[in-house]
C-alpha cells in the first residue's frame, strides 16, 4: 500500500479472504481524505490477482494487468454519472446482470459501488436481491464517506469495514515524504484543517489557495464572533466558491464545537468567545452541512451565507 496506515486493514481483509471469513459485500467507510477509496481498490485487485498465494496483488498477472489498465471485464463498476447527482437504477440493474455474467478472467467477479450513499432508492432496492443472493465467487465492494445515508437495509447486509485517520507522527512522517521542501508548520496546519486526514492534507498543500483561503474564513468568523468588523462584501466574495466556503465554514465550526465541548478552561488563542452553547454550534455547523449541499442549486449563495454570517455573529456573549 502507498498509504502506510492502510498495512495494516489491507493484511487483515487479505487474510479474511484466503481463510473466506471476508463478507461478500464489505462496506469501507470512513471520513475523506483517509484513502478509502485506494483501500478498496487494493482489495479487489487481491481479490482478482491470479496469484492466490500471494499476501499482494502480484501487479503482474493478467488480471493485475488489466486492472492497471481499467479494463478488467470482471470487474463493475457503478458511480455517479456525469452531470448528475445520484447513481440510478440502471447503472446498478447493468453491475447486478454483470455479476451474473461467466467470469473470463480467473473464477472471481466483483462489483464497485462508490459512492454507496449516491444511490438513490430504487437503485438501492435493485442491489438488495444481488445483495442477499449473492452468487459464487461474486463480492461486492461498496466505498461510503457517509454510511447514515445508505438505507438500513443495505447497511445490514454489508461487512462493515471503518478506515480510522491514522496517529499524528504517521500521518506528519507520510506528509514530510511527499512534500520535503515544505515547512513542519505548513503540514501540520494543513493536517489540522483536514481533520487529521492525510490525503485531504495533502490536496490542501498542493493546492495553492487551498489552505489560504480556509485560513481566512477562520480569521473572519473569529472576528465576527468577537463582535470585531469585517469587510461588508465577505460574503459576496466567498460565494463565488460556495461549495468550497461552506466546507470550510462546517470544518472549523465542527472544531469549535469539539472544544466547547470540553471542560471549560482559559480561552486559547484563535478560540471562540466563552460561554459558548455546544448545541448553538450543532445548529450553526447544521445549517453549514445544508449550505453545502446547497451550493450546486440556483439559491444565491451570497444571500444564504449572509444570512448564516448575521445569525453567526448574533450567536455569541457580547464581550465587557
Ligand atoms: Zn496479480
Known sequence: MRLPWLNAQAEALGSALDSERLGHAPLIHGPSGLGKIELARWLVARILCLDQEGRAPCGACRSCTLLEAATHPDLFTAG???????????????????????PSVGRRRVGWIEPAEAMNRNAANALLKTLEEPAPGTWLVLVSHHPERLPATIRSRCQK??????????AMAWLSAQLPDSAQEQLALALAAAGGAPVRA?????????LAFGLEIRQALLELAHARPVAAAIAEEWAAHPARSWGWIAHWVHQWMGQAMKAPGPAAPGSLPMPVKPEVLARMWQQALEGRQLAESPIRADLLLGKWLLEWSASFPAER
Open 80 to 102: 455517479i454519472p456525469e452531470e448528475k447527482q445520484q447513481i440510478p437504477v440502471d447503472v446498478v440493474r447493468d453491475l447486478c446482470r454483470g455479476l451474473q455474467l461467466t
Open 161 to 170: 469495514i471503518s478506515v480510522h485517520p491514522p496517529s499524528a507522527e504517521v
Open 202 to 210: 495533502l490536496e490542501l498543500l498542493r493546492d495553492d489557495d487551498g
